[in-house]
């Protein structure tokens, strides 16, 4: 019977496709297999890819009981990427929802602020007296609203 190259074991290949140099190193790496047992990543959906186990050549064959055993180990691991890709689809819909949320704040506070403070300004114009008040006041919003910017651009980068 011959042994694994010592350096296979904590080793993982993620290889895209038959083309993807990563085969070729995986092949060199493990060599010549035997024995090998195959079972599809199966949920009620879908097919999510596939298990294989295999023995050095000139191994024992794997039997009917194996099989079931990697059947059963191959239905675990699809859901397991099911759910997964379930977790990550929740994680995404999350950030949509936060930025979502944010551009309503933006919206809302910002441009309704920024939209007020012209006008008030547009109004002062025909009274120069009222105009440095207005300026004034018109500073103090603006400063508030560039406040909401950058909590809006800080809870982006979150």
């Known amino acids: 019977m011959s042994t694994l190259n010592p350096s296979v074991h904590d080793q ?22 035997g024995p ?3 079972a599809p990543l199966v949920t009620d959906t879908s097919i ?11 191994g024992r064959p794997f039997t009917q009981e194996a099989a079931a055993v990697g059947t059963a180990l191959a239905a675990e691991a699809a859901i397991t990427l099911v ?8 994680r995404y819909l ?9 551009a309503r704040d933006l919206h ?7 939209f007020a403070t012209g006008m008030g300004l547009q109004a002062s114009l025909g009274s120069p007296a009222r105009l440095s008040d207005k300026a004034i006041e018109a500073i103090t919003d603006l400063d508030e ?13 979150r």
């Open 48 to 58: 999510e890819g596939v298990l294989v186990v295999a023995r050095p050549v000139g």
């Open 108 to 114: 809302d506070l910002v441009i309704q602020r920024l």
């Open 83 to 90: 759910l997964d890709q379930a977790r990550d689809d929740r």
């Open 145 to 157: 609203t560039i406040a909401v910017i950058r909590r809006a651009i800080f809870a982006l980068t």
């Open 36 to 38: 090998a047992l195959v």
């Open 12 to 33: 993982v290949f993620l290889v895209r496709d038959s083309a993807d140099p990563l085969a070729a190193q995986l092949h060199d790496a493990l060599g010549a297999f």
């Open 94 to 102: 999350a950030v949509i929802e936060d930025r979502e949320r944010i």
